[in-house]
């Protein structure tokens, strides 16, 4: 079982920048791929950015491609995710998620989530 929670969410203006991070309770933080994803209201869950438990591959929205940059860090079991140049269609609740074996933008092949950290954008 990995528990996942998220933390970094706040208002911002837009053009801003917020960083936001998810620690993971999982001992083999480094076997798993992760992956964030949004939610807005009334919308669908969308996929934001992805990456590969070494680091070496990652996977973004086109929505979010060059303004957001997703890291991690398997010393702290802590992923991040960058948002930068922050417009207000970017307002969501954002959620990390975690599995063994995918990264890609499906957001039913994950098998652990967080319970979100609101992020809102003023115009």
């Known amino acids: 079982q990995v528990q996942l929670v998220e933390s970094g969410g706040g208002l911002v203006q837009a053009g801003g920048s917020l960083r936001l991070s998810c620690v993971a309770s999982?001992?083999?933080?480094?076997?798993?791929?992760l992956g964030w994803f949004r939610q807005a209201p009334e919308k669908e869950r969308e996929f934001v950015a992805a990456?590969?438990?070494?680091?070496?591959?990652?996977n973004y929205g086109d929505s979010v491609k060059g303004r957001f940059t997703i890291s991690r860090d398997n010393a702290k079991n802590t992923m991040y995710l960058q948002m930068n140049s922050l417009k207000p269609e970017d307002t969501a609740v954002y959620y990390c998620?975690?599995?063994?074996?995918?990264?890609?933008?499906?957001?039913?092949?994950?098998?652990?989530w967080g319970q979100g950290t609101q992020v809102t954008v003023s115009s």
């Open positions: 999982a001992r083999t933080f480094s076997n798993y791929r």
């Open positions: 990456i590969s438990w070494g680091s070496s591959f990652t």
């Open positions: 998620a975690a599995d063994k074996t995918y990264y890609g933008p499906d957001a039913g092949a994950y098998e652990y």
